[in-house]
Nanobody, 124 residues
């Protein structure tokens, strides 16, 4: 089970930290990724972390602004989002990969369990 939290309304240039509480599996067993879906658009992968391998994959659109991290003691994955832009507005989901490493590309079939999502709105 994955439960996201931390979404909300923020002004452009602001920051938010999303949390994904994972239960049933450990962060060492499967890679965890953040995805997002904006209204009228397809879901897109944002960032993935493999605690097992110590690797991170990020979409070009968020490099330098978003940081993914994992806390194995809390079995929780975070997404620190800085310098937010209106185009970052979306529902953000976390998902478990089907293996312990992050896939080279963000493809839906590489991920099997999803949270319910948390809304992030960037607007003045």
């Amino acid at each position: 089970q994955l439960v996201e939290s931390g979404g909300g309304l923020v002004q452009p240039g602001g920051s938010l930290r999303l949390s994904c509480a994972v239960s049933g599996v450990t962060l060492n067993s499967y890679a965890i990724a953040w995805w997002r879906q904006a209204p009228g658009k397809e879901r897109e992968g944002v960032s993935c972390i493999s605690v097992n391998r110590g690797t991170i994959n990020e979409a070009d659109s968020v490099k330098g602004r978003f940081t993914i991290s994992g806390d194995t003691a809390k079995n929780t994955v975070y997404l620190q989002m800085n310098s937010l832009k209106p185009e970052d507005t979306a529902v953000y989901y976390c998902a478990t990969a089907v293996q312990s490493w992050c896939p080279s590309q963000f493809r839906n079939f590489e991920f099997d369990y999803w949270g319910q999502g948390t809304q992030v709105t960037v607007s003045s």
